[in-house]
């Protein structure tokens, strides 16, 4: 297939830009140049209504706004990112696209420094839990929080990007310089191509791995959203999303590209969810829970942290990378989308050639 850049929005906007992926990464990124008037064309191999794809992360995920990063890490950016954020995603709260959710978090003993949250001051509502609504020896902490329905808010995103005129190509890419060299060459090139990073020729990024993630999809009006992490070997988190389902999960198979279902898992999974709160089943029992499907999503995460980075080629436009946010996409994709917006107007008016990569 052939594509004129020159097509790519039925708008008269003046820099062109693609977007290579359509996860909440790229969308939400190909949405904040949407709006400052780029135009754009996203060009993914898996779309947003490919809610059924394991080849990508974005319909798989929880989606609950839960910072894991340390204030300082990587300089800061991921808290910043996860504040943007929160900030952007609570108004979707009033159209049903989120849902409100007081979130409690729990961490085994040694884990006490964890209550020393960045957010402490900044999620509302941030409180320590009792000791007696914790385990034997561990920790925790609620605070209002958020979920989203992640395969609902990628096609929300979409019909958004829909109405600012941005058009989706379906594309496998197997050489970045394919999109270089598109007809009509785009002024910039958007990298947001989650674990397909690794394996696009000329960017070949070793350090992106899966870390697989198993989930059990139930039919529950529950509101009680936990995030256990005492017990390390058996991390258990109960999001409940818009909809009346709870996604109850999970796994962190780190460097497993295996996205079959494993039965002996997914009853370990409900067996502790249920522990929480016996409420998602009709009679207390496994058997009473109403399961809606068995899940398994591979987070694209990145040695080192994401990269978000502004490149210079020797040919072609200029690329911004922005993937390997492992677990955190979704709560960190609008300070992402942000940053991007920065870098791309920086490279729109700089002399790259005398610097050629920023890093965020
Ligand atoms: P992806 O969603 O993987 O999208 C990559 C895009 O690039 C796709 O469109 C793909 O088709 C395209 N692409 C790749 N290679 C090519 C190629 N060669 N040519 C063309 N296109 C290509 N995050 C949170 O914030 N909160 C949570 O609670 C949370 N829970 C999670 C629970 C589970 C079980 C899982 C699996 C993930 C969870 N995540 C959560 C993580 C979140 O899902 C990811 O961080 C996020 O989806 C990454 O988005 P992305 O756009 O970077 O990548």
Redesign the pocket.
């Known amino acids: 297939m052939s594509l004129a850049v020159q097509n790519c929005s039925r708008g008269s906007k003046a820099r062109q830009v693609v977007v ?8 939400t990124i190909a949405l904040e140049l949407a709006r400052n008037d780029y135009r754009v064309l996203v ?6 209504f ?1 809610a059924d ?1 394991q ?12 910072p894991t990063a340390a204030r300082d890490d990587n300089g800061g950016r991921e808290s910043r990112w996860e504040e943007r ?1 929160f900030l952007k995603l609570r108004p979707l709260i009033a159209q049903g696209i989120a849902l409100e959710l007081k979130g409690t978090r729990r961490f085994g003993p040694n884990e006490a420094s964890l209550l020393g949250h960045w957010y402490k001051d900044f999620a509302p509502n941030y409180t320590h839990l009792p000791p007696s609504a914790c385990p034997p020896g561990a920790v925790g902490v609620s605070f209002d929080t958020l ?1 989203i329905n ?1 395969p609902r808010y ?1 096609q929300w995103l979409a019909g958004e990007l829909d109405k600012l005129g941005v058009i989706f190509e379906r ?4 050489d970045i310089t394919e999109v270089a060299h598109l007809a009509g060459r785009p002024d910039l090139v958007v990298n ?6 690794k ?2 020729v000329g960017i070949e990024d070793q350090a992106c791995e899966p ?5 059990v999809l139930v039919s529950s009006d529950t509101k009680r959203c936990t995030m256990d992490f005492h017990d390390s070997e058996h991390p258990t ?1 109960m ?1 409940p999303r818009p909809g009346n389902e709870v ?1 109850c ?3 962190y198979g780190h460097g497993d590209w295996d996205t079959s279902f494993r039965p002996e898992l997914a009853k370990d999974i409900l067996t502790r969810c249920l522990a929480i709160d016996p409420s998602i089943s009709s009679d207390g029992t496994l058997a009473g829970i109403r399961i809606l499907r068995h ?6 995460s990145r040695k080192g942290g994401a990269r978000l980075e502004l490149e210079k080629r020797l040919e072609g436009p200029p690329i911004i990378h ?12 609008w300070g992402v989308a942000e940053d991007v917006l920065t870098l791309v107007e920086q490279a729109m008016s700089a002399n790259l050639s005398t610097a050629p990569h920023i890093k965020l």
């Open positions: 290579l992926g359509a996860g909440v990464v790229g969308l060009l993914a191999r898996d779309l947003p490919d794809s080849a990508f992360a974005s319909p798989w995920a929880g989606a609950i706004w839960c954020a979920s992640a990628i594309r496998r890419v197997t947001a191509t989650g674990l397909g990073a394996s696009i870390v697989r993630g198993q989930t988190y999001i996604v999960g999970g796994t899940n398994v999503g591979l987070r694209p922005a993937y390997g946010f492992g677990m955190a996409g979704f709560q960190q994709s």
